[in-house]
């Protein structure tokens, strides 16, 4: 694997090393030890499969708060996103910044989510599917989201919003 570090500390982009041959290649998208000589949470206890019908759908933007704060290992593996990140470390250089990168099913690409971070996506593609693998259980009570389109960012999705989630159409305004 491939890690390159984004402008939001901690935050890395994960390209595949991709072993070739006449049938196709072989690539690593996992390996405990190589996460945690880059400083990164390493430990996985879930995954997380995310179908979605239409371009334009956007999920996002969730975070969980303490003790169940995750960081996520997410990869396009059918059609195309793009995925965003948002830094909350309120002692953080980059608090309140934005990354966004395309993730599809042809370039292979990962993000590492620190935990902390907000996360969404929105689709590029009809049909596309998204998998990621978390650090923490789902914890309903702990979850908390931003709005896609809160002032306090300034996202620039790629697209106009086709399909969002009533919940995730009205979280609150961030607030410090």
């Known amino acids: ?21 006449e049938r196709g ?4 998208s996992y390996c405990q030890k190589e996460f945690e000589d880059h400083g990164l949470t390493a ?14 759908t956007l999920r996002g933007m969730h975070y969980q708060i303490s003790p169940y704060e995750e960081t996520k290992l997410v990869r396009c593996t059918r059609g195309a996103i793009y995925d ?35 996360h969404g996506f929105q689709t590029l593609a009809d049909h596309t599917e998204v998998t990621y693998m978390v650090s ?5 009570g702990s979850e908390r989201g931003i709005r896609w389109n809160d002032p ?16 995730d159409a009205n979280w609150d305004d961030y607030q410090d």
Request: aromatic letters at 14%; a positive charge; charged letters at 20%.
């Open 25 to 28: 290649f072989f690539a690593r």
């Open 136 to 140: 923490q259980f789902y914890t309903p």
């Open 84 to 118: 965003v990140i948002i830094d909350l470390r309120k002692d953080s250089p980059t608090y309140k910044q934005w990354f966004g990168i395309e993730l599809n099913s042809e370039n292979h690409t990962m993000l590492f989510v620190p935990e902390s971070f907000g």
């Open 1 to 21: 694997m491939i890690f390159e570090e984004t402008p939001l500390k901690g935050a890395f982009v994960i390209r595949l090393k991709q072993l070739e041959d």
């Open 152 to 167: 306090a960012f300034g996202i620039q999705w790629p697209a106009n919003v086709q399909v969002i989630s009533s919940k």
């Open 43 to 56: 430990r996985i206890l879930q995954a997380n499969v995310s179908y979605n019908k239409k371009r334009g």
